[in-house]
């Protein structure tokens, strides 16, 4: 079996410290067999932390659509933010990307759903956040796990973490794959192990921002 995080993000997001390097660090010390790097709007982190353990580091991206946030994972190009639903997913669908919806019905954050918007797209995803460390009320996750259930989609679970001591507070076990197919075969029976973390977690976020603030912008 495979220890799988699938949300987590590096200083290449404008609310993370934590670079590609102590991202893999504590991945490896923790016991994390995969990791999937899904910075916001831009895969230049997970390529750097994928350069430094390819063993290790699938490159995804968490996408801010008009309607809400798309998480992906296998993805070979970057995909912009601010496009519709629709065209977010065609694009990851064409480089073969593994489309999930992160944290859909959060509405502390922007990147949550409307829940029509979120119906129109249900053919088009292969699965559906249905836990998130970071939810801050335990009725978020509830609503992902029940809109999964009734319309048959698999759920992935992720600590949306920020800073490396939230690494693998989320995480699903599956058996081994290689490739999107094979996660796509083994995520029905993926086991699920998953922590809360605390709103005080949030404060990590808005320390990065602010220091970012005062520093120049991480390039590729």
Avoid at 47 to 58: C, F, G, K, Q, S
Avoid at 70 to 89: D, F, H, K, M, Q
Wanted: proline share 8%; charged share 25%.
């Amino acid at each position: 079996m495979l220890c799988v995080e699938f949300h987590c993000h590096s200083e290449y997001s404008p609310d993370s410290l934590t670079s590609p390097k102590a991202l893999v660090d504590a991945c490896r010390r923790k016991g994390i067999d995969r990791v999937v790097v899904t910075d916001h709007n831009t895969i230049a982190g997970a390529l750097v932390a994928r350069r430094l353990a390819p063993e290790l580091v699938i490159v995804g991206e968490e996408i801010m659509t008009s309607a809400g946030e798309i998480l992906a994972a296998y993805v070979r190009a970057e995909v912009p933010p601010g496009l519709s639903p629709e065209e977010t997913i065609r694009k990851l669908r064409e480089q073969g990307a593994f489309i999930s919806v992160s944290h859909p019905f959060d509405t502390f954050r922007s990147g949550g759903w409307d829940p029509a918007d979120l119906r129109r797209i249900v053919p088009l995803v292969d699965a559906i956040e249905t836990f998130n460390a970071r939810c801050m009320l335990p009725r978020f996750n509830i609503q992902a796990q029940n809109f999964a259930r009734q319309h048959g989609l698999p759920g992935t679970v992720g600590s949306d973490a920020h800073a490396s001591l939230e690494l693998g507070r989320a995480v699903m076990f599956l058996e081994a794959f290689d490739d999107v197919s094979g996660l796509r075969q083994r995520l029905p029976a993926g086991i699920p192990r998953v922590r809360w973390s605390p709103p005080w977690y949030h404060l990590l976020s808005r320390y990065a921002v602010w220091r970012k603030r005062r520093k120049p912008a991480l390039r590729p």
